[in-house]
């Protein structure tokens, strides 16, 4: 597979299963992040491995939160989210170490989370491994984020799920690159996506 395969075929995926990366192979995926874009070099990404007995801890930290959110949750999503979260291979909690104080405005600082992140799902299935992004309501529960290490002003960004991805790959039909471009002319563009 060359690189542009690899980043033109990689996709989410939630149907995973053992193993998941070992040590020596999560280290050397994580490391790729340290190679996105960081203005400031803050470096505000933050990664908390959760695997093994953590996974049904963490699930039921998940449900309190959910619960704290909404006490009305509905009880298929607390299940739901019960058992992908105590039985996903290996799961990683996004962090954000963000510092509102700094010159470097806080909205730049999130995105080199998000593209620390992207290289970490490229690396994934560049090594055989799947993952999937997730975030929901829970995301923005900052007791949640404090339990598992990101107090104020520090947040989560959400959470990744990581194994061996079982059956083929998704392969969904992405759009055309041309429907999100446009050729600056001097004047306002438009984009086909935006036509309706």
Same mark, same amino acid.
């Given at each position: 597979?060359?690189?542009?395969?690899?980043?033109?075929?990689?996709?989410?995926?939630?149907?995973?299963?053992?193993?998941?990366?070992?040590e020596?192979?999560l &280290?050397?995926?994580?490391?790729?992040?340290?190679?996105?874009?960081?203005?400031?070099?803050?470096r505000?990404?933050r990664? %908390?491995?959760i695997?093994?007995?953590?996974?049904p801890?963490?699930a039921?930290?998940?449900?309190?939160?959910?619960?704290?959110?909404?006490?009305?949750?509905?009880?298929?999503k607390?299940?739901?989210?019960?058992?992908?979260?105590?039985t996903?291979?290996?799961?990683? &909690?996004?962090?954000?170490?963000?510092?509102?104080?700094?010159?470097?405005?806080?909205?730049?600082?999130?995105? &080199?989370? &998000?593209a620390?992140?992207?290289?970490?799902?490229?690396?994934?299935?560049?090594?055989?491994?799947?993952? %999937?992004?997730?975030?929901?309501?829970?995301?923005?529960?900052?007791?949640?984020?404090?339990?598992?290490?990101?107090?104020?002003?520090?947040r989560l960004?959400?959470f990744?799920?990581?194994?061996?991805p079982?059956?083929d790959?998704?392969?969904?039909?992405?759009?055309?690159?041309?429907?999100?471009t446009?050729?600056?002319?001097?004047?306002?563009?438009?984009?086909?996506?935006?036509?309706?």
């Amino acid at each position: 597979m060359t690189p542009m395969d690899m980043l033109l075929t990689r996709a989410s995926c939630d149907h995973l299963a053992d193993p998941a990366p070992s040590e020596t192979q999560l &280290a050397e995926i994580l490391a790729t992040a340290m190679r996105a874009p960081d203005h400031g070099k803050l470096r505000p990404w933050r990664y %908390v491995i959760i695997q093994g007995e953590a996974r049904p801890v963490m699930a039921e930290r998940i449900i309190a939160s959910m619960k704290r959110l909404d006490a009305e949750a509905p009880e298929f999503k607390i299940e739901k989210r019960r058992k992908r979260f105590s039985t996903m291979p290996l799961i990683l &909690a996004l962090g954000m170490h963000l510092r509102p104080d700094h010159k470097i405005p806080l909205w730049e600082q999130e995105m &080199a989370v &998000a593209a620390a992140t992207m290289n970490v799902l490229n690396a994934l299935h560049a090594t055989g491994f799947g993952g %999937v992004w997730v975030s929901g309501d829970v995301v923005e529960d900052p007791v949640l984020a404090e339990e598992i290490g990101f107090p104020a002003p520090h947040r989560l960004a959400g959470f990744l799920f990581i194994g061996t991805p079982q059956g083929d790959l998704p392969t969904p039909k992405r759009p055309d690159p041309a429907e999100f471009t446009a050729t600056w002319t001097g004047k306002p563009v438009t984009f086909a996506a935006d036509r309706t």
